[in-house]
């Protein structure tokens, strides 16, 4: 089916969990298609028409409807005539959604019969169909944002209870997500909540270079009873799925998005049942939907997106216990093991008997890679006690604030490639590589301590710059501007008892910034002033430092963590940073520009700084289309090598047909190459 520019398309790959579960004589048991049946018949979840009262609410639209629908008899009487019943469409009239797995792929009953139930094989463990889509009704008020979300379910066949996960479902669905990677905007993973940390874990190191938003949710309740959590977890993450870009895996549940290599389960009873206790949420959902940019992930690598698709199966966790013995010790360092998740008291204590502290030394040195975090919940791994020094000189790795879920599949994951050695693995266990854990830092307040007035002054210096008609070059000396207003003049106009004028006023400051740096990085973008966006990029972190640093003054926190003053979640001035800030009118980011412009050098910096190539403007176009239409070659070159590919309305709905067209008739070689490589064939060969 075509794509529309008000619809984003998200692949829900089901695997199980309690979330689509019927009750019966053995208790809840996974239902095959119950839960798509449940969603297509939930308008909430469905609304192919756009007539539910989610889609018109407003008090007009349902007086309309009330007006139009039967009245309800008092009394039990004839049937109402079925003329006036508005039937919902069969399962096999859907439109539908092109889907690949890594099995044959099962379709609900009712679609069984059409013409579209079968699929088909494409080679070694890659199959293909379409499935029935469904459609929210549009969104409102999300960040700007106000798309529709359409999409497919994936449904595993058998579906598993999370607690027969093993290493190879985890492959799967890394696989099944590289598969439908270039069809879909977003990927939602449902899951059963006893593993789902594992899985959310396993799958952040799995999905490599990632640069759209995978989401994985589930319910401790599910969807067939009256009162449940399924219905906000899985509309929840449609909502942030389809709205936003945040490259990273992420877990959704009871309101908040967590970064799913920092959550643990924590309760078996709660609907919050889970924590992320080292790292603050990614999103919080309320009233409003509260994304918190300064921790959401930029990926900076500049690769295209790989599927991992191994995991070494030859490493285990070990709780330190008052009293282990050597002999418990090397029961689980057996020949065949190569990592070892070491749990141990505090920040990083063990006993320091010398026969326990021979057995880790010897599998260090035999090449084990042990890797020690902290039992507690709260908290990391330290050499401040003389227990833990002792322990770190045995060779084992300090694993900081790792969760054992986090420890455990990155520790397979790194295991996994051939090409590492165990120093190099040992070194990356210490380093951050999906942001999985919290390294150590000083931190340093940049700018001025009590105003920030000069940053906006080197600011508008800038401005003024980049806009003249004969900019200076690089390196030259900046136009001054000077923005000062002293106490004195106030006090020389009878103003001593006055408000502070606005030059003691700094949060007026931080403001000023943050609604000047959007402008100026658009600007530098469209004139290829790479001067001009990594001055932004700087000011920016220099801005938020300050805001962290509370050097910019109280501000109103309405709750929720603060720093400094400040809610934690307005830190980031600028929503996903400066280098992915939107134009208001156009929605485009500086990447659009760039791209649209021919600003090669712009285009490099901005994709070393965590710019999104999956990005899409008012017109639902991409950096990449843009690219390829102005005929600049060497960006497109860039942007694909970056993991950028033309999808949604740039093909469906006939962009790049018309110019390869155009192109082709105009016999314009050099535009038909630039867009092959930019992956659309001629249309002689499609």
């Given at each position: 089916?075509?794509?529309?520019?008000?619809?984003?398309?998200?692949?829900?790959?089901?695997?199980?969990?309690?979330?689509?579960?019927?009750?019966?004589?053995?208790?809840?048991?996974?239902?095959?298609?119950?839960?798509?049946?449940?969603?297509?018949?939930?308008?909430?979840?469905?609304?192919?028409?756009?007539?539910?009262?989610?889609?018109?609410?407003?008090?007009?639209?349902?007086?309309?409807?009330?007006?139009?629908?039967?009245?309800?008899?008092?009394?039990?009487?004839?049937?109402?005539?079925?003329?006036?019943?508005?039937?919902?469409?069969?399962?096999?009239?859907?439109?539908?959604?092109?889907?690949?797995?890594?099995?044959?792929?099962?379709?609900?009953?009712?679609?069984?019969?059409?013409?579209?139930?079968?699929?088909?094989?494409?080679?070694?463990?890659?199959?293909?169909?379409?499935?029935?889509?469904?459609?929210?009704?549009?969104?409102?008020?999300?960040?700007?944002?106000?798309?529709?979300?359409?999409?497919?379910?994936?449904?595993?066949?058998?579906?598993?209870?999370?607690?027969?996960?093993?290493?190879?479902?985890?492959?799967?669905?890394?696989?099944?997500?590289?598969?439908?990677?270039?069809?879909?905007?977003?990927?939602?993973?449902?899951?059963?909540?006893?593993?789902?940390?594992?899985?959310?874990?396993?799958?952040?190191?799995?999905?490599?270079?990632?640069?759209?938003?995978?989401?994985?949710?589930?319910?401790?309740?599910?969807?067939?009873?009256?009162?449940?959590?399924?219905?906000?977890?899985?509309?929840?993450?449609?909502?942030?799925?389809?709205?936003?870009?945040?490259?990273?895996?992420?877990?959704?549940?009871?309101?908040?998005?967590?970064?799913?290599?920092?959550?643990?389960?924590?309760?078996?009873?709660?609907?919050?049942?889970?924590?992320?206790?080292?790292?603050?949420?990614?999103?919080?959902?309320?009233?409003?939907?509260?994304?918190?940019?300064?921790?959401?992930?930029?990926?900076?690598?500049?690769?295209?997106?790989?599927?991992?698709?191994?995991?070494?199966?030859?490493?285990?966790?070990?709780?330190?216990?008052?009293?282990?013995?050597?002999?418990?010790?090397?029961?689980?360092?057996?020949?065949?093991?190569?990592?070892?998740?070491?749990?141990?008291?505090?920040?990083?204590?063990?006993?320091?008997?010398?026969?326990?502290?021979?057995?880790?030394?010897?599998?260090?040195?035999?090449?084990?890679?042990?890797?020690?975090?902290?039992?507690?919940?709260?908290?990391?791994?330290?050499?401040?006690?003389?227990?833990?020094?002792?322990?770190?000189?045995?060779?084992?790795?300090?694993?900081?604030?790792?969760?054992?879920?986090?420890?455990?599949?990155?520790?397979?994951?790194?295991?996994?490639?051939?090409?590492?050695?165990?120093?190099?693995?040992?070194?990356?266990?210490?380093?951050?590589?999906?942001?999985?854990?919290?390294?150590?830092?000083?931190?340093?307040?940049?700018?001025?301590?009590?105003?920030?007035?000069?940053?906006?002054?080197?600011?508008?210096?800038?401005?003024?710059?980049?806009?003249?008609?004969?900019?200076?070059?690089?390196?030259?000396?900046?136009?001054?501007?000077?923005?000062?207003?002293?106490?004195?003049?106030?006090?020389?106009?009878?103003?001593?008892?006055?408000?502070?004028?606005?030059?003691?006023?700094?949060?007026?400051?931080?403001?000023?910034?943050?609604?000047?740096?959007?402008?100026?990085?658009?600007?530098?973008?469209?004139?290829?002033?790479?001067?001009?966006?990594?001055?932004?990029?700087?000011?920016?972190?220099?801005?938020?430092?300050?805001?962290?640093?509370?050097?910019?003054?109280?501000?109103?926190?309405?709750?929720?963590?603060?720093?400094?003053?400040?809610?934690?979640?307005?830190?980031?001035?600028?929503?996903?940073?400066?280098?992915?800030?939107?134009?208001?009118?156009?929605?485009?980011?500086?990447?659009?520009?760039?791209?649209?412009?021919?600003?090669?050098?712009?285009?490099?910096?901005?994709?070393e700084n965590g710019a999104l190539v999956h990005q899409r403007d008012l017109l639902d176009h991409t950096p990449l289309y843009y690219a390829a239409r102005q005929g600049h070659a060497s960006i497109v070159q860039a942007l694909t090598k970056a993991g950028a590919h033309l999808g949604g309305s740039d093909v469906a709905l006939g962009f790049t047909e018309l110019a390869t067209s155009r192109a082709t008739t105009a016999r314009d070689e050099t535009a038909l190459k630039i867009w092959k490589s930019a992956g659309v064939e001629p249309l002689d060969k499609q």
């Open positions: 089916m075509q794509s529309s520019a008000d619809e984003s398309r998200v692949l829900v790959i089901y695997t199980g969990g309690t979330i689509g579960m019927l009750p019966s004589s053995d208790g809840f048991v996974p239902e095959p298609f119950f839960l798509t049946e449940s969603l297509r018949k939930e308008s909430r979840f469905h609304d192919p028409y756009d007539d539910s009262l989610f889609a018109r609410a407003t008090v007009d639209n349902f007086r309309e409807w009330s007006s139009s629908r039967p009245t309800t008899p008092v009394k039990d009487t004839a049937p109402l005539p079925t003329s006036t019943i508005q039937e919902a469409p069969k399962l096999e009239d859907l439109p539908t959604l092109l889907v690949r797995s890594t099995r044959p792929i099962e379709q609900p009953p009712s679609h069984v019969g059409t013409s579209q139930h079968l699929s088909w094989s494409l080679g070694s463990n890659c199959y293909e169909a379409y499935l029935p889509s469904l459609i929210t009704p549009k969104m409102s008020n999300q960040g700007g944002n106000n798309k529709k979300v359409r999409y497919a379910v994936l449904e595993w066949q058998p579906l598993l209870d999370s607690s027969n996960m093993e290493f190879n479902d985890w492959i799967r669905i890394a696989t099944e997500i590289e598969l439908n990677y270039r069809n879909f905007d977003a990927f939602v993973v449902l899951h059963g909540t006893d593993t789902m940390g594992y899985t959310s874990s396993a799958l952040s190191f799995l999905l490599e270079d990632l640069g759209k938003t995978v989401i994985i949710t589930g319910a401790q309740i599910p969807i067939s009873q009256l009162r449940n959590d399924a219905v906000d977890n899985l509309l929840g993450a449609l909502t942030i799925a389809g709205q936003y870009i945040i490259p990273e895996c992420c877990l959704y549940f009871d309101h908040t998005l967590y970064r799913g290599n920092r959550v643990t389960k924590s309760s078996s009873y709660d609907l919050d049942a889970f924590s992320s206790p080292n790292f603050p949420p990614l999103v919080n959902v309320g009233i409003d939907i509260v994304v918190n940019w300064n921790h959401v992930m930029r990926p900076k690598s500049q690769r295209k997106f790989n599927a991992h698709k191994e995991l070494c199966p030859n490493v285990v966790p070990l709780r330190i216990f008052p009293g282990i013995t050597a002999a418990t010790v090397k029961a689980f360092l057996a020949p065949h093991i190569q990592g070892v998740v070491l749990e141990s008291f505090g920040a990083g204590n063990a006993p320091q008997r010398k026969d326990l502290m021979d057995t880790l030394r010897e599998a260090c040195d035999r090449g084990v890679v042990i890797v020690t975090i902290s039992q507690c919940a709260r908290g990391t791994v330290s050499d401040s006690y003389e227990t833990g020094r002792a322990l770190l000189n045995t060779g084992v790795i300090a694993g900081g604030d790792m969760t054992p879920q986090c420890a455990l599949t990155k520790l397979a994951y790194l295991l996994s490639k051939p090409d590492l050695s165990v120093a190099q693995i040992r070194n990356l266990i210490r380093i951050p590589i999906r942001g999985e854990l919290t390294l150590p830092t000083s931190f340093t307040p940049a700018g001025s301590p009590s105003t920030g007035l000069e940053s906006v002054s080197e600011l508008l210096s800038q401005v003024l710059r980049i806009s003249s008609s004969n900019p200076p070059p690089p390196g030259s000396s900046l136009p001054s501007i000077n923005v000062s207003s002293s106490t004195e003049t106030v006090e020389a106009k009878g103003g001593k008892d006055v408000v502070a004028p606005w030059s003691q006023t700094a949060s007026d400051a931080a403001s000023t910034e943050s609604t000047l740096l959007p402008f100026l990085m658009h600007l530098a973008a469209s004139r290829d002033d790479v001067e001009g966006i990594k001055y932004c990029i700087e000011a920016d972190d220099q801005l938020f430092n300050r805001i962290a640093a509370g050097v910019t003054g109280p501000v109103p926190n309405v709750g929720g963590p603060s720093i400094g003053g400040v809610p934690a979640s307005e830190a980031r001035t600028v929503p996903g940073g400066v280098v992915n800030c939107r134009d208001g009118a156009t929605r485009m980011s500086p990447l659009h520009v760039a791209a649209l412009n021919g600003s090669f050098k712009a285009v490099e910096v901005l994709l």
